[in-house]
């Protein structure tokens, strides 16, 4: 295979909502290119993208499928995601490690909430964007109809390229006005056939033309020159125009294709390999200590690894781009991430499944290897004396959560294991093992993802699992002051035990001043602080502790043994026995024994004294509150409000956002639990949500109740 150069290195990434036939024009992309000599199909479970098992049993993409094409003498790198908004993570992963998004749209439904998504993540990413109409031939395929949303949507940087003379079951032709010809197919599509545009039609192509010369040369001001004097440009200079209008995202050219029947999508290829950016055309990429890097060949070696699965026969494969240097295979890197060392003893470009071994890759290409030691995810490796570290991956936050455990206890440590292990293979997929809860928590992007990943687990590890409601990791905390003694007395031959603590606790907020006095039915209490702790607490919120002993009533060594028997309530609390926090306590009086007085006395002495304090205090439970943003069509707003409404949820307003409505809610964690999927069966899956911790707010009361209940009743089947 020839090495290519970077010049001559494309990166693009294939996206667009599921059911949009990404799998199927990866095919068609291949099969133009000569990489395969027959188009597999998803319903033969023969593609080149869903080559593994929980693909082919679902019958849609999981992973992200990375291929390569050689066309026109360019190397073109795809990476095609997974449509559907549960594998989101892909398509973050795929968009950071190319330089332009390919987004298909099914033109029988034209632009749906995971598109707008997809084109929302290039936007923040800055990446150029080119759409692919595709499915023109479907019986509901309105060609004129989703322009116009599409216009709507992005705006009037949509650009067409091409338009159908027909759409719809008899769409065989399409006017490509960059070229300004015609070009049709027989039924079995492949090489178009290139004829003059029709008498009927050019009245529309001149102004799409013209409309698309205007929208070239404005990125160029020699082109603009030009064109302001002819009104015309040559074809290069409207491929230098559109480039530039690409990369600086003033251009979204759309192509109209069926990737099924193989019609438009040599043309669409051609324009990728002479048009799309190259890789040295696209701003360099900024390493952790905020340099610009640049894909420079004769730079020192970088490697970023984006990409890892496990796949049958092989094991781990790593992907990686090379972000800087020259890479030969047999090169020693340093893992920059890990401090360890790596041998990379093979090399090769990928397609799917295949893997054709190759000897150098030059910077900003993508390629793979295997059998690493001890590389992740993310990791960056080095040649040595090069200090290079990238971390540019942002993936989104999860929103769906599950208890998850083996059937058979003792197969824990493996099921541990198997989670880590997936977790490299896709970072969306987060593990938690829960002190507080006593759990392990999985969080993800939708069910379907934790489904996929069940499946995967018990077919493919052969480890029967089990998903269980996740505990909801509420917190105590107190509403007002309250006093309380405690004397922990124990006597057993020989030197006893003895404590005794009185304080006073109340609730604590940030800048509160120093506690002066207090007053408890008609006695007063004047404090005076001798050393004040403030303990920030891992679950949030801070346990602030004043020493106010005076006279010595309490030696200044048991304060410590004190602050951790307050501790240990802190980490259960009274209520319910989740955690407490914001509570400020004044140690201001107690007594000791010149004998039995130890460190055990007076934490057991602190614990209980700060329990019977804390119940007199009004104590409240607080839930875990969350922002979410529900996006939505118009025709079931109402429906999505009432669900929302029906979840305790606070609306906090609502506004459209480019054809879709956005519903804004706080909206508690503990009823987000099923979320995704009510949503998914109220809209027709045709919406999605983000969520993201907010704070903690009081539960209502007949919540707190009902908690309190539950608690006790718990306790009791325990003893």
Known sequence: MKVYK??????????????????????????????IKRRGTVEAKNTVSDYFPV?????YSVFSTVFYAEFNNKKLNVIDCPGADDFVGNAVTALSVTDTGVIV???????EVGTQNIFRT??????????????LDGEKADFENVVEQMREVFGPKLTLIQYPIESGPAFNAIIDVLLMKKLSWGPEGGTPKVEEIPADQLERAGELHRALVEAAAENDESLMEKFFETEKLTEDELRLGIRKGLIDRSIYPLFCVSAAKDMGVRRMMEFLGNVVPFVDD????????GEEVKPDPAGPLSLFMFKTTIEPHIGEVNYFKVMSGTLNAGVDLDNVTRGSKERLAQLYCVCGQIKTPVDTLVAGDIGATVKLKDVRTGNTLDQKGCDYEFDFIEYPAPKYQRAIRPVTESDAEKLNAILTRMHEEDPTWVIEQSKELKQTILSGQGEFHLRTLKWRVENNDKLPIVFDEPKIPYRETITKAARADYRHKKQSGGSGQFGEVHLIIEPYTEGMPAPTTYKFGNQEYTMKVRDTQEIPLAWGGKLVVCDCIVGGAIDARFIPAIVKGLMDRMEQGPLTGSYARDVRVCIYDGKMHPVDSNEISFRLAGRNAFSEAF???????LEPVYDVEVFVPADVMGDVMSDLQGRRAIIMGMSSENGFEKISAKVPLKEMSSYSTALSSITGGRSSFTMKFASYELVPGDVQEKLLREYAEKAGADD
């Not at 119940?615 to 439970?621: F, G, I, S, T, Y």
């Open 6 to 35: 970077t010049n001559e290195i494309k990166n693009i990434a294939l996206l667009g909502s599921k059911g949009s036939g990404k799998t199927t024009l990866a095919e068609s992309m291949l099969f133009e290119c000569g990489v």
């Open 55 to 59: 693909e082919k049993e679902y019958g």
């Open 105 to 111: 749209i099914n033109g029988q439904y034209g632009v």
């Open 122 to 135: 290039a936007t923040g990413l800055n990446k150029p964007i080119i759409f692919a109409l595709n499915q």
């Open 282 to 289: 696209m701003p360099a990429p900024v390493n952790t200590e």
């Open 615 to 621: 119940r007199n205090a009004n104590p409240k439970v």
